[in-house]
């Protein structure tokens, strides 16, 4: 059973907008960092973003810089991917993560992981 759960996947158009969201039915949020990652089909999973568990501190991977931002409500339990002006090849299963800390490679620190939700971009 995934300890996170991550919601709001679909089908959005280029240059459209999503916002994805990450959750721990079971336990809290606030004290944890929390990664965003993606993995397309045929390829490698790729760190996308990292928010530091104040939310003080965010990281972009390049290919999202300007597009993504990632923020967080430890009130609700929740944390959040908004995605604007999407491109096909952001296409992929999104995953949420939690861990102690932002690595700079977001995984390296990562103890709890989600199942993923799936981000189509298409036309």
């Known amino acids: 059973q995934s300890q996170l759960v991550e919601s709001g996947g679909g089908l959005v158009e280029p240059g459209g907008s999503l916002k994805i969201s990450c959750t721990a039915p079971?336990?809290?949020?606030?004290?944890?960092?929390i990664g965003w990652f993606r993995q397309a089909p045929g390829k490698e999973r790729e760190g996308v973003s990292c928010?530091?568990?104040?939310?003080?501190?965010?990281y972009y991977s390049d290919s999202v810089k300007g597009r993504f931002n990632v923020s967080r409500d430890n009130a609700k339990n929740t944390v959040f991917l908004q995605m604007d002006d999407v491109k096909p090849e952001d296409t992929a299963v999104y995953s949420c993560?939690?861990?102690?800390?932002?690595?700079?490679?977001?995984?390296?620190?990562?103890?709890?992981w989600g199942k993923g939700t799936l981000v189509t971009v298409s036309s």
């Open positions: 079971e336990f809290r949020l606030y004290s944890y960092a």
């Open positions: 993560a939690a861990g102690p800390y932002c690595a700079s490679d977001y995984a390296l620190a990562m103890k709890y």
């Open positions: 928010i530091s568990s104040s939310g003080f501190s965010t």
